[in-house]
């Protein structure tokens, strides 16, 4: 069973960078059949997706974030990783790692494991 | 402002069926069959409940069903019960390479 795991500090101050590590276990990040994403989520109110990153390391980024976003993969760790430069109070959210499958050499554009969740204050 | 629009709330009764709407553009919604459905509980992440409009992944039970017609997708949840009663999302693809996602519809289970 395929799980993920956010890690990284809750607290960042403004016009930091925040940096997020994802964890997968109990599968490889490396089989080719999947994206690997990150999505974020402000206390009470809807989702925001932030970006991708396939196992070859190419990216896919929310063209409103793209100029502040990095993502890349570590495939020796099992691991992918989120940057977001310049960070403002607008930032502070629950940031979730999610995969997203491919089926037949096409991408479903659907999140069908998610991680557990991890919060990041903006704050100073 | 979302990119897709939802009804903030939606409700019925053990039993009946409920319809969740999730309106967008041509450029979206309209655009591709790539839209999907996320149930979230207070607290937890979301998950996954229909994708490409109308599949379910394994486990989720054929009690939720999704649609589309034009720019308009929609989730029924038929035979409705308590434990349905959450946050539900939509979400599509869009032509400028983005996902974007509806603003939410808190279900209530009466």
């Known amino acids: 069973q395929v799980q993920l795991q956010e890690s990284g500090p809750g607290l960042v101050k403004p016009s930091q960078t925040l940096s997020l590590t994802c964890t997968v276990s109990?599968?490889?990040?490396?089989?080719?059949?999947?994206?690997w994403n990150w999505i974020r989520q402000p206390a009470g109110k809807g989702l925001e997706w932030i970006g991708r990153?396939?196992?070859?390391?190419?990216?896919n980024y929310n063209p409103s974030l793209k100029s502040r976003v990095a993502i890349s993969v570590d495939r020796s760790k099992n691991q992918f990783s989120l940057r977001l430069s310049s960070v403002t109070a607008t930032d502070t959210a629950v940031y979730y790692c999610?995969?997203?499958?491919?089926?037949?050499?096409?991408?479903?554009?659907?999140?069908?494991?998610w991680g557990q969740g991890t919060m990041v204050t903006v704050s100073s | 402002q979302s990119a897709l629009t939802q009804p903030p709330s939606a409700s019925g009764s053990p039993g009946q069926s409920v319809t969740i709407s999730c309106t967008g553009t041509?450029?979206?919604?309209?655009?591709?069959?790539?839209v999907s459905w996320y149930q979230q509980h207070p607290g937890k992440a979301p998950k996954l409940m229909i994708y490409e409009v109308s599949k379910r992944p394994s486990g989720v039970p054929d009690r939720f069903s999704g649609s589309k017609s034009g720019n308009t997708a929609s989730l029924t949840i038929s035979g409705l019960q308590a434990e349905d009663e959450a946050d539900y999302y939509c979400?599509?693809?869009?032509?400028?390479?983005?996902?974007?996602f509806g603003g939410g519809t808190k279900l209530t289970v009466l």
């Open positions: 999610a995969r997203d499958p491919r089926a037949g050499g096409y991408d479903w554009y659907a999140f069908d494991i």
């Open positions: 041509n450029s979206d919604i309209g655009g591709y069959n790539f």
């Open positions: 990153v396939y196992s070859s390391g190419s990216t």
């Open positions: 109990g599968g490889s990040i490396s089989s080719g059949n999947y994206y």
């Open positions: 979400s599509s693809y869009t032509s400028s390479n983005n996902l974007v």
